[in-house]
């Protein structure tokens, strides 16, 4: 008996120890998780790579845990699983969100000053560009993989088909930012328009924007000036100005230093002092060449430093800011006092014209749903280029706007409560009669007194009575009433999206309107990004990583702090 008890004793001791072991593994376990975890987010938001065991990350542990031993496998791990968490919490807000949202292709260029082994060579990332629940300006990464993992058809519309797929966006989406060195091509972008409204199924069904990257335009047209001075001439003004070493470098920077060197000609220092008698200086035609650069690039650069030099701007200022462009590049083309001159001024407004005729609906639309403009700077463009084709556009835009408010206005109402069958209501002859028997004016009124105005459960015309234009004065439309009032005084620090998120109470429709037309980006680059001399490059230590991490770190680095 005793020895019964002792085994049984003993047993559950043992079962203790055992389930206090299992404690203990566990607690061990959720620590090492909560370790790597940290350590993810460590490589996240530094961009570190994970499988880089002399990176910063070794170092902080072993500062921390001198005993703790890094395992990059564990570290991947925990970067994907962080990754797929955050996904679903994006894919879930970007659907739950009331606004529409762009999608922005890129393509990024590894650069030729990398050491390290390279793995990819260029990259697509595809982002999402909208204002959020406070109105705010937000862009995410939702896709970035290398150009050779992606065995696509079309490497522009497929890429961008399945992100939309992959984060269940069909009815989100009203705007492509496509960039201007490659070429979606009409038919392509029409087979996606289909696709989209096809799948999105949108109540609202307004039309998707294809817009072309407004800081990719302004380099091309640079590039078509630049090109003509070549390699030579611009070691030589390097010298000239004591311009460091000659690497490619952002436009910005090489009109800064062109216009030096312009400047330091026309006052005669070159000639005159003798530090510069050694150096070989540009011939009469190099000069042309140079000062041609520098003036028409000047133009461009006046325009770009107030777009660019931030974050990214609404789209309301770009209507009036490139219609000023257009004025310059026409008048530097009228007053050309030389054949180069001349042919480069004529090359590049023709091709800033055609991206001005391409864009020009969404840029006058969102104009016009800036206060400080309404229609008023629309008119008086169009007034101002009469025999051009701009002149007759402005009717054009309101029409668009109207028609957009209304579609708008028709989603935003409510589905009205089941009617009894017609067959089923003792009222429902009386209708009839009431719609269509020519009845003397007291039984008439005696209809009326009986039975209700069954137009009142007909939504769609009901909505063509309040929102479509018409002259009734007794219920004007937001969009009227809000073109009726005057225009703000001009402020240049104002910001379009947070004065509608303050009158979203008094135009709740028009609002909506607003948000989504301003918060379409029209362009992808800011700050130092908008004057890259060429193609963009990606992070230098994305390039020896594999496809799934790449994605992985690059698309969470983006995302909120869940």
Request: aromatic fraction near 12%; proline fraction near 4%.
């Amino acid at each position: 008996m005793d020895n019964a008890n002792l085994a049984s004793g003993s047993g559950s001791d043992m079962k203790k120890k055992q389930k206090l072991d299992d404690s203990v593994d566990d607690e061990a376990l959720e620590e090492e998780k909560r370790r790597y975890r940290s350590m993810a987010k460590v490589a996240i938001g530094y961009g570190i790579n994970p499988s880089d065991e002399n990176s910063v990350i070794p170092e902080m542990i072993h500062t921390v845990c001198p005993d703790f031993s890094l395992d990059t496998s564990k570290l991947k791990s925990a970067i994907l699983e962080m990754h797929e968490e955050g996904k679903e919490k994006v894919k879930k807000m970007l659907k739950d969100g009331e606004g529409k949202l762009t999608l922005c292709y890129e393509w990024f260029w590894t650069s030729d000053d990398i050491d390290e082994p390279i793995l990819n060579e260029d990259f697509i990332g595809i982002s999402a560009y909208f204002a959020d629940e406070n109105w705010k300006m937000k862009k995410w990464i939702l896709g970035y993989h290398p150009r050779a993992s992606l065995c696509l058809k079309d490497i522009y519309i497929d890429s961008i088909k399945n992100v939309i797929l992959d984060y269940e966006m069909e009815s989100k989406v009203s705007t492509l930012l496509m960039p201007n060195y490659g070429d979606l091509g009409v038919k392509a972008f029409d087979d996606f328009r289909k696709w989209i409204e096809e799948k999105g199924k949108n109540l609202i069904g307004s039309r998707v924007f294809l817009i072309y990257c407004c800081s990719d335009i302004f380099r091309l047209m640079v590039d078509d000036m630049f090109k003509d001075i070549n390699i030579w001439l611009m070691g030589r003004v390097r010298l000239l100005v004591g311009w460091g070493r000659m690497v490619p470098t952002n436009w910005d920077v090489t009109l800064y230093n062109l216009q030096k060197a312009v400047d330091m000609e026309a006052t005669n220092v070159f000639e005159e002092e003798e530090d510069y008698q050694d150096y070989e200086q540009p011939s009469d035609e190099e000069w042309i060449k140079i000062k041609t650069f520098c003036k028409l690039a000047g133009c461009i650069y006046k325009v770009a430093k107030e777009l660019f030099d931030g974050e990214y701007p609404t789209s309301n200022v770009y209507f009036h800011l490139l219609a000023e462009l257009k004025v310059m590049l026409n008048k530097e083309l009228k007053n050309g006092d030389n054949d180069y001159f001349l042919s480069k001024a004529k090359e590049i407004v023709k091709r800033f014209d055609k991206y001005w005729n391409d864009m020009f609906l969404v840029m006058a639309t969102a104009s016009v749903l800036d206060p400080r403009f309404k229609l008023n700077y629309l008119q008086f463009y169009c007034s101002k280029n009469e025999v051009s084709d701009d002149g007759s556009k402005a009717e054009t835009v309101v029409d668009y706007l109207r028609g957009l408010y209304a579609r708008y206005a028709a989603s935003d109402i409510s589905p009205l409560p089941k009617r009894p069958d017609a067959s089923m209501n003792p009222n429902s002859s009386g209708l009839f009669k009431f719609l269509f028997d020519e009845e003397d004016e007291d039984e008439e009124e005696e209809e009326k007194e009986k039975k209700p105005d069954g137009y009142k459960d007909f939504v769609l015309f009901q909505e063509f009575l309040k929102y479509e234009g018409s002259s009734r004065e007794f219920q004007e439309s937001e969009l009227d009433s809000y073109l009726k009032e005057p225009v703000m005084e001009w402020k240049k620090d104002f910001n379009a999206l947070e004065w509608w998120r303050e009158e979203n109470s008094k135009y709740p429709i028009l609002s909506g309107v607003a948000r989504d037309i301003l918060s379409i980006p029209i362009t992808s680059g800011t700050s130092h990004r908008a004057y890259v001399a060429d193609k963009r490059e990606c992070p230098d230590f994305i390039v020896s990583m594999e496809a799934k991490l790449v994605n992985a770190m690059m698309c969470s680095e983006s995302w909120p702090r869940f």
